[in-house]
T-cell receptor, first 114, second 115 residues
């Protein structure tokens, strides 16, 4: 089944403890992206990747890192999480970054930073 | 910079009634516009998209949207709402032309369907 998977789905952690949220897609998509969703703020793009080893900042990259060493994986790294990073995170992928490509979203990761 | 505004935070309609969700965008060139739906506890699913051609776009689940350049709008419509349409709806603009991959979403509109 074609899908985007994220792990973990739920995570509670404490301030400053490094964490990684994994994202994997099995559709051979070139483009991958991370978003955070907060009440009243919609989805905001954190980072995106046009292809392997190519990443770029979205609208809210501060406090996050990403890497794209393989086409299928695009982990989101929080080196020193803070409470304002408590949010619902979505990973998405599309075939290319082409004009009208549909983004396919993962199920989301709900992160709480205490 | 591109932006998307969904003026209605919450809309309630009766089952069987028609629906229109508003979306206004700001973008310097021809936009690439999308509507996504998010059911509770789920990720986002594409309903429809517009990038060129006919300004009335048909999507899944009986939804359609009309691109109006003069009004910078891309409103989503459905003639008869079903209870299963209750969800959150997001309008998005894709800057896949110059900024190569940047997406901007609206804040979302929550749809409640009354029996």
């Amino acid at each position: 089944e074609a899908q985007v998977t994220q792990n973990p789905r739920y995570l509670i952690t404490v301030t400053g403890k490094k964490l990684t949220v994994t994202c994997s897609q099995n559709m051979n998509h070139e483009y991958m992206s991370w978003y955070r969703q907060d009440p009243g703020l919609g989805l905001r793009q954190i980072y995106y990747s046009m292809n392997v080893e190519v990443t770029d900042k979205g609208d809210v990259p501060e406090g996050y890192k990403v890497s794209r060493k393989e086409k299928r994986n695009f982990p989101l790294i929080l080196e020193s999480p803070s409470p304002n990073q408590t949010s619902l995170y979505f990973c998405a992928s599309s075939l290319t970054s082409g004009r009208a490509d549909t983004q396919y979203f993962g199920p989301g990761t709900r992160l709480t930073v205490l | 910079a591109q932006s998307v505004t969904q003026p209605d935070i919450h809309i309630t309609v009766s089952e069987g009634a028609s629906l229109e969700l508003r979306c206004n965008y700001s973008y310097g060139a021809t936009p690439y516009l999308f509507w996504y739906v998010q059911s509770p506890g789920q990720g986002l699913q594409l309903l429809l998209k517009y990038f060129s051609g006919d300004t009335l776009v048909q999507g899944i689940k009986g939804f359609e949207a009309e691109f109006k350049r003069s009004q910078s709008s891309f409103n989503l419509r459905k003639p008869s709402v079903h209870w299963s349409d209750a969800a959150e709806y997001f309008c998005a603009v894709g800057d896949f032309n110059t900024n190569a991959g940047k997406s901007t979403f609206g804040d979302g509109t929550t749809l409640t369907v009354k029996p």
